[in-house]
């Protein structure tokens, strides 16, 4: 498997974790939330496209909805080979980050 | 629950944002960031949220421009230059259909701008929407219609209609003597009408206020030219304006002239009161006598259709005393009334214009299919490298859009120096400032287009539709035998040939009617303007006193000279059967009215030797108008005609000549012989070509008596000349444009030509190698072209007869459409073909194969 940029990991794992709700919207917010930065919708968009691509995500539109004057939701959801990936993702961080300790004060002396 | 969203962001950004999402296939896009504008509405200020809304859309229009457009016009970019490169290698060809589209466009072009010109007409009244002119159509026949109608209806429309607004009546005049100032001119646009024009039409006024202009009925109104060209700078108001010499007026106000392109263009405006007041026989209150245009303005949002509904009961209401009335009442929008008046016009012209242009594009659609094998690696390599077919049709319409647009600027670059010239051929008045109205601009930008599919899409259909394979299996592509071609070149051959031939016979026919004996002497005669009553009670004196001049033969007063007639009335003769009708033209002369125009007396006495105490009865009549009431012996016959009730003696007989145009038949005609009637013209006979010394004699005498009064002359030739003025406009203009067609088509041909011959180099070669004479190579080579252009001949004659015969139709005295015009326009087509198709074959023949067979 190739590498994911990490906008993509981090929207992967974004779309994980809200399941049902998983949409451009509530994915933004997760986002600036964990990462504290502004995130445009077209940085996720782009993100949510190619992972589409890269076929990890399939979406689907939502039954209309009121609130959004009567137009629908796109909502994501894992392909088999999306949770492979997180699979992979989760295997190479923990790989990476295996034996580093308190990093930040060993730095320091 | 069903609720729609509570904030609904700026719209604007709002539809940006949903194109620019359609555009990346972002389908819920702009529905997503709504969504989160409108949390943040409700979470911070509304003012804050519509910056943050606006700075997400145009933080994405960059990118998103860059995709749809950059990259496409890449492609575009690339096309242009394969375009350019391609007109470059072929400068020949591409010169051909350069100067073949361009001149075609610039014609299609100057009809274009007329076009333009004469719908606009009208357009700047404020008002324009809402005014309509009624018209009167009779009962049983309602193509034959009137703009004239009686006096009673104006007033009674307006009470009657509460959908109408105001209603105007008036009455137009030209050629009527005006002084003011101590300056004497006959004017054209005097106009009689009510106060009521201010408020219908759009006039600014200078001077003066519309409400009152008219109070006095002998108020007048100037256009600010007409105050300038007779009271300078000065403010008239208050001067004296004379009226035919005899009515004074006072200058009650001015107004900014109407623009060129107003079919009302008045220069005095005078009360109709004052016109009622001047003519006995005009009556304000009649429901009779139609002799007045009106205008009316509707209500806002009325419609046409609702009045003309009504018009009906209406007009039974106030024709009480006949119960049918007799007349039906019609509308017409302002806007329509100078269109179609000009629409027979434009469409000829259009049309003509219009096959020039279709053979120059036909033109380029036999040189690019000719010319397809010369392409065919290059979209061979397109398609293999994967270029779809729809692309490779674009770029071949892009190729020819782009040629349509070049040859539009070289079209536009010969329409803005020949624009004078056309000017005067066409008698219009086109500028090219014309190019920036709007709608005209659409126009042109549609005919590039159009023009552009046209030419490119079979074309581009040919060359796009080869299998790669083909292409590099060195098959031959582009086969000199396309039906499509052929078909190409006999609708060229055709078009051609019928505009040669209609060249020839409107010029035939023009010629006919030049050298026809109209019946009457036309040279070395003056026309001159008398209608002033100091003139008209001298008429002898001035006769006499010219006459002693030793250059004056003869001099006559009449209503109408020879070659015209302005009345025309029914007759009465004892022993007329019930209900026989018998029309009859007047023409109200003096005793030298046959010895000016040198009338033959076919019996019977002239005028001159009528005694004093018949003067007052005598009739001249026609052969015509004895034939049609079957006299043997017409001399002494009595008639009577219903203008002026008049009765007398048919004293002679006249020659039959033309006095209507030679459109018409001779019709019936009685000369009156009546003293008191007003007589408008002066006719001197010369017997000397005219001198200036010799005119200004005949003004001093003429001035001796009316002073003030312009001295208008004419030559009488001119004046019959100038009755066939749209006839000999359309003779140029198609010898004109059948000289363009004759010119693109022989290019075309020569295009053709140079093809085959450049295709077949080896294979003439090889046959004169084999012993070919250069006859035999020369047949080969020009057989297919010439087959075609013998066969557009064919079909084009019946054309022609048929086309020749309808125009010839108008004219009562007409040539035939005799063989040698056939023959003629066939052999002008066949020289022009042959000269440009067996050129080239000879040098193709006379080339040492050795030459062409080196390179194999």
Same mark, same amino acid.
């Given at each position: ?109 | ?50 910056? +943050? ?109 509460? $959908? ?155 024709? $009480? ?121 659409? +126009? ?186 079957? +006299? ?225």
């Amino acid at each position: 498997m190739k590498l994911l940029t990490r906008a993509e990991e981090l929207v992967l794992l974004a779309v994980w974790r809200l399941k049902e709700e998983a949409y451009c919207v509530p994915i933004r917010e997760m986002l600036m939330e964990a990462t504290e930065l502004n995130w445009s919708f077209g940085s996720i968009y782009d993100a949510l496209d190619r992972l589409e691509k890269k076929g990890y995500l399939r979406s689907s539109l939502s039954d209309p909805i009121a609130s959004r004057g009567g137009r629908s939701k796109r909502i994501y959801a894992h392909t088999a080979d999306g949770i492979k990936a997180m699979n992979v993702i989760r295997k190479v961080q923990r790989r990476m980050w295996d034996g580093i300790g308190d990093f930040t004060v060993e730095k320091l002396s | 629950m069903n609720m729609g969203p509570h904030h609904r962001p700026p719209r604007l950004a709002e539809w940006l944002l949903r194109r620019l999402g359609h555009i990346k296939g972002w389908d819920t896009l702009a529905d997503d960031i709504g969504e989160a504008y409108n949390s943040m509405v409700e979470k911070s200020k509304k003012s804050s949220a519509i910056l +943050w809304y606006w700075g997400h859309v145009l933080k994405t229009v960059p990118g998103a421009l860059r995709n749809t457009y950059y990259w496409r016009s890449n492609m575009i970019r690339n096309h242009l230059k394969i375009a350019f490169r391609h007109m470059n290698k072929h400068r020949g060809i591409t010169a051909i259909n350069l100067v073949g589209m361009g001149v075609g466009l610039a014609a299609v072009l100057f009809i274009l701008f007329f076009l333009r010109l004469e719908l606009s007409f009208d357009h700047h009244h404020v008002n324009a929407d809402r005014i309509v002119r009624a018209m009167k159509s009779y009962v049983g026949d309602d193509d034959n219609r009137t703009a004239l109608v009686p006096p009673a209806l104006s007033p009674a429309l307006v009470a009657d209609f509460p $959908e109408i607004e105001a209603g105007v009546r008036l009455i137009k005049q030209n050629d009527v003597h005006i002084m003011a100032n101590s300056k004497n001119f006959f004017e054209r646009g005097i106009v009689f009408c009510d106060s009521s024009l201010f408020k219908v039409f759009s006039f600014d006024f200078i001077h003066g206020h519309a409400e009152s202009v008219f109070s006095d009925p002998n108020g007048i109104v100037l256009s600010e030219s007409m105050a300038y060209k007779y009271f300078g700078k000065e403010n008239p108001l208050g001067e004296t304006v004379t009226y035919k010499g005899q009515t004074a007026l006072i200058v009650t106000g001015v107004v900014k002239d109407q623009p060129g392109t107003s079919s009302l263009i008045p220069h005095f405006m005078i009360s109709l009161d004052m016109f009622m007041e001047m003519k006995d026989w005009a009556n304000p209150d009649s429901w009779g006598a139609s002799f007045l245009n009106n205008y009316f303005l509707l209500r806002p949002g009325v419609s046409l259709e609702s009045v003309e509904a009504k018009s009906e009961s209406f007009l039974q209401r106030h024709y $009480e005393s006949n119960k049918d009335h007799p007349f039906n009442l019609k509308f017409i929008p302002l806007k329509q009334i100078h269109f179609q008046t000009r629409r027979s016009t434009i469409t000829l012209f259009g049309g003509i214009a219009s096959l020039v242009l279709i053979v120059a594009i036909m033109n380029y659609i036999n040189l690019a299919t000719a010319r397809a094998s010369t392409r065919s690696k290059e979209i061979g390599l397109r398609k293999v490298i994967g270029a779809q077919r729809k692309a490779l049709l674009g770029q071949f319409i892009t190729e020819s859009v782009l040629f349509s647009l070049i040859a539009f600027m070289a079209g536009l670059a010969l329409v803005a120096s020949l624009m004078p010239g056309f000017n005067s051929l066409l008698g219009t008045h086109l500028s090219l400032s014309l190019i920036f109205d709007p709608v005209l601009l659409s +126009w042109l930008g549609g005919l590039i287009i159009v023009v552009g599919l046209c030419a490119g899409l079979y074309p581009a259909l040919i060359i796009t539709s080869t299998k790669p394979a083909d292409i590099f299996r060195k098959q031959v592509m582009g086969h000199s035998k396309s039906i499509l071609r052929s078909t190409l070149v006999v609708f060229q051959v055709i078009i051609t040939v019928v505009l040669i031939a209609l060249t020839l016979v409107i010029a035939k026919q023009m010629r006919f009617i030049n050298q026809r004996d109209m019946g009457f002497e036309q040279k070395n005669i003056l026309a001159i303007d008398v209608r002033d009553d100091r003139l008209q009670k001298n008429k002898m004196i001035i006769r006499q006193l010219l006459k002693a001049h030793p250059a004056i033969q003869h001099a006559s007063f009449a209503s109408s000279l020879a070659n015209s007639s302005d009345y025309m009335t029914n007759i009465d003769w004892p022993g007329k059967e019930e209900g026989r009708e018998q029309d009859v033209w007047l023409n109200f002369v003096d005793e030298e009215f046959a010895d000016v125009f040198n009338l033959e007396l076919t019996a019977g006495r002239d005028f001159k030797s009528v005694t004093s105490n018949e003067k007052d009865a005598a009739f001249l009549v026609n052969e015509t108008l004895v034939r049609a009431l079957g +006299w043997d012996d017409p001399v002494g016959k009595s008639l009577e005609h219903f203008i002026g009730g008049r009765k007398g003696t048919v004293v002679g007989v006249v020659k039959d000549f033309h006095m209507l145009s030679l459109q018409e038949s001779i019709a019936p005609m009685i000369m009156d012989l009546w003293p008191d009637w007003d007589k408008s013209s002066l006719a001197v006979a010369l017997n000397q070509n005219p001198t200036p010394e010799l005119i200004g004699e005949i003004e001093s005498i003429i001035k001796r008596f009316a002073p003030d009064y312009p001295f208008v002359m004419d030559y009488f030739e001119d004046r019959i000349k100038s009755s066939y003025t749209s006839e000999i406009r359309m003779q140029k203009l198609f010898g004109l444009f059948s000289i363009l067609a004759v010119c693109i088509a022989g290019m075309g041909l020569f295009g053709l030509t140079a093809f085959t011959v450049q295709r077949q180099t080896r294979e003439i070669g090889i046959r004169k190698t084999l012993g070919a004479s250069i006859m035999v190579i020369v047949y080969q080579l020009s057989r297919q072209l010439g087959r075609n252009v013998l066969i557009g001949n064919l079909i084009a004659w019946p054309l022609i007869w048929w086309l020749a015969g309808k125009w010839l139709m108008r004219f009562a005295y007409r040539v035939d459409v005799d063989w040698y015009i056939f023959a003629g326009s066939t052999v002008i087509v066949l020289l022009v073909s042959v000269l440009t198709i067996s050129a080239q074959a000879f040098k193709a023949a006379r080339a040492n194969p050795a030459d062409s067979l080196r390179y194999e």
